[in-house]
């Protein structure tokens, strides 16, 4: 079932759709669009013909519930955040095709047609079920409208379809205890017709194109989650939900009914290559039915169960489309130890970076490189970023490159001069620069875009070494004939680092090219990948290059402290939003308030009570008279700090002897968000000692 395509006509590449109800983050470039981004540039680079497709995810109940929480329709969230994700990949260097949407025409023919065509053939069994709904709201609850304790793990604020605590898919009639995000009631059980695509009749297909044909080139943990599934048996799977949000059902019956959005947001690859064929004069259907089309979908690991179960399932219902040949999806990125989260605020968020930190896009694009979670969880951290950029790309690969330019200009004003006799280390370098085009390709192809950047960086390496080695600066003085040459060599390094690192660094190579006055273009005069090792000369010697520029700048600590601030700052706000009031008490009468007598007092002495963590013996002058009150505030006041202060005293509370002092009142004390205590405080000018408070 395999194509395992050697020399595919035309490539398909996905990136999965992003929801509009929130910005992009650097989870989602970790994950999904860096990589694809990666593997398109260097398609291209090597001649391919690319079809890199996305497009925003406009439907589902994400979109309704932002819009929902912030009192707006759900047009108006998603022309929103529409704008912000296509400017923010724009602005970042994400060179997709096309970036459609979802609530495009295009996509809601695509999308309805393709329903028509697997319920005309029988593909679909239609079932009478029993689905939550909230009494209160009037409306059945569509999956990320419940919310309950998942049935495998327990974490109790596990979704309708998904936990995440520990990853596994769920129904939402699987949650234990379920209430409704919408009014907070407990949910009942309505009969609800729906569309179910019968995943069982797919088994062996699956088996075969999965389990046999991609044991060995798709990556453990996509393979791993998949063979989970299938030997767990398939079941039907709903296509239509109750929603007033999304593409109506477009058969009989289906009035107030929506195509399920994990049916429709897949087949958004299809739209966008339409509208990107339709757009470019060229013929959509070689991209997704020709046999010589390798399709490439780049996800995260949350998406495997749709991207290689129920889209492939789909696809082979409908009969005219060819199969992803792999989906190297990646797992989650963390931010500072803590999961990401868009509803925490708990993220990096990528139209802020690129506001914060202009024109070092690739230093973002590199570290998340650099961090990939191929293989398992991993971890974003502000001060990884800082090193990564100071410690490699600004002191290996910006000290290269300024070091070659700045001595070309200096010595033979920018032209490049010619070589003499190839010493042995200099011939061993060219032949080591030859073999870092197939290195990196190898790695690329293989999806690890973490070590494919890496020896992006041992080529810069290998030119430091080059430089620092052949010392040209020293040999100048003796041997003017030498240093040509190894200027020559050190500038064909730099050459080779304008095309290889374009992929991973594509604003940097744009900017390198241009000071080496290298064609930006594929037109005469440019650079190919296979040129690298194929061309004898990268740069032939009297080309004239252009003077240094900085590529890299060094980040400093205050910058990434105004980060960690920022993100201190979130926790901080989160932990007040999360924390629990207390519920209020028993009511009371007026009488029983007018019982508490409470007067304005000060302190007027302090001490630790011996061999007591917690409490202070204080001296109060209440006004009345001088009493002794005990008080465990010791954790948060030092003795000192507190005389002369005010305070609030109940003062008719009935002594009690503590650690054998006789405590004869209450200081009344608050907490702040920190958790330390706070004096309940009549601090104004001209209150007096012995004041009711009433």
């Known amino acids: 079932m395999s194509q395992n395509l050697k020399q595919p006509a035309r490539y398909t590449i996905t990136a999965a759709l992003p929801y509009t109800n929130g910005p992009i983050h650097i989870g989602h470039l970790a994950g999904v669009y860096v990589p694809a981004d990666i593997y398109a540039r260097y398609l291209r680079l090597n001649g391919n013909d690319v079809a890199f497709v996305c497009g925003s995810d406009e439907h589902g109940v994400a979109i309704s519930m932002k819009a929902k929480k912030e009192g707006v329709s759900p047009q108006n969230i998603i022309d929103k955040y529409h704008g912000i994700i296509k400017q923010s990949f724009q602005d970042f260097g994400i060179t997709f095709n096309n970036y459609s949407r979802t609530s495009a025409e295009v996509h809601h023919k695509t999308a309805s047609d393709f329903f028509v065509k697997l319920y005309e053939q029988g593909d679909f069994i239609e079932e009478t079920t029993e689905q939550l709904y909230d009494e209160e709201a009037k409306q059945f609850l569509a999956d990320r409208f419940v919310i309950g304790t998942c049935p495998k793990c327990g974490h109790e604020e596990a979704y309708g379809d998904q936990c995440e605590n520990c990853g596994s898919t769920l129904n939402a009639t699987d949650l234990i205890n379920p209430k409704s995000t919408i009014s907070g009631a407990v949910p009942s059980l309505k009969e609800t017709k729906h569309w179910f695509l019968p995943l069982d009749r797919y088994e062996d297909f699956l088996k075969t194109w999965i389990l046999e044909g991609h044991k060995n080139d798709w990556k453990p943990n996509v393979y791993g989650q998949c063979k989970s599934w299938i030997d767990d048996g398939l079941k039907p799977r709903a296509v239509t939900r109750d929603l007033d949000w999304g593409i109506p059902v477009p058969v009989e019956g289906g009035e107030g009914k929506v195509l399920y959005v994990w049916f429709d947001a897949p087949i958004g690859y299809i739209s966008s290559t339409k509208e990107w064929a339709a757009r470019e004069g060229k013929d959509w259907e070689p991209y997704w039915k020709s046999k010589d089309t390798k399709m490439v979908h780049f996800i995260g690991k949350d998406n495997i169960v749709f991207h290689c179960i129920i889209f492939p399932s789909m696809l082979k219902a409908h009969g005219d489309f060819i199969l992803p040949e792999n989906v190297p999806a990646n797992e989650f990125l963390n931010l500072e130890g803590n999961k990401l989260s868009t509803s925490k605020n708990w993220a990096v968020w990528l139209h802020e970076y690129l506001e914060e930190f202009p024109n070092m896009q690739d230093v973002l694009r590199y570290t998340l490189t650099a961090n990939a ?42 032209n490049v001069p010619s070589p003499g006799a190839y010493s042995q280390v200099d011939k061993e370098t060219l032949a080591e620069l030859k073999k870092y085009p197939e290195i990196i390709s190898s790695s690329i192809e293989r999806y690890r875009f973490r070590e494919a950047g890496q020896e992006v960086m041992n080529l810069a390496r290998l030119g430091n070494k080059y430089l620092a080695d052949e010392e040209p600066w020293k040999v100048i003085k003796q041997d003017e004939e030498r240093v040509k040459t190894i200027m020559f060599v050190a500038l064909q390094i730099a050459s080779a680092l304008a095309v290889l690192s374009e992929p991973f660094l594509p604003f940097t190579a744009a900017k390198l090219k241009k000071i080496l006055n290298i064609s930006q273009s594929s037109t005469e005069g440019s650079l190919e990948w296979k040129d690298i ?9 009297e080309h004239q290059i252009n003077q240094a520029e900085l590529l890299f700048s060094k980040v400093e600590d205050e910058t990434i402290q105004a980060q960690l601030d920022k993100l201190e700052a979130t926790k901080k706000e989160n932990e007040n939003m999360n924390k629990e009031v207390d519920p209020q008490k028993d ?21 630790k009570m011996p061999k007591a963590k917690k409490l202070l013996v204080l001296k109060v002058d209440t006004g009345l008279d001088i009493r002794t009150i005990v008080s465990g505030i010791a954790e948060s006041f030092s003795p000192q700090d507190i005389i002369g202060k005010k305070v609030t005293v109940l003062v008719n509370l009935a002594p009690r002897a503590l650690r054998g002092v006789d405590s004869e009142g209450m200081i009344l004390m ?25």
């Open 533 to 541: 090792s194929e061309k004898e000369t990268l740069l032939p010697a």
């Open 670 to 694: 608050t907490e702040n968000a920190d958790g330390k205590l706070v004096f309940i405080n009549p601090d104004e000018d001209g209150v007096d000692n012995g004041e009711t408070i009433n």
């Open 587 to 607: 009511t009371i009468t007026f009488d029983d308030f007018t019982k508490l007598d409470m007067r304005v007092g000060t302190i007027i002495e302090a001490e």
């Open 373 to 414: 979670p191929e293989t398992k969880d991993n971890d974003f951290t502000w001060k990884d970023f800082q090193a990564r950029n100071n410690n490699e790309l600004v002191a290996i690969y910006g000290n290269f490159i300024n070091r070659v330019v700045v001595l070309t200009n200096k010595y033979y004003n920018g």
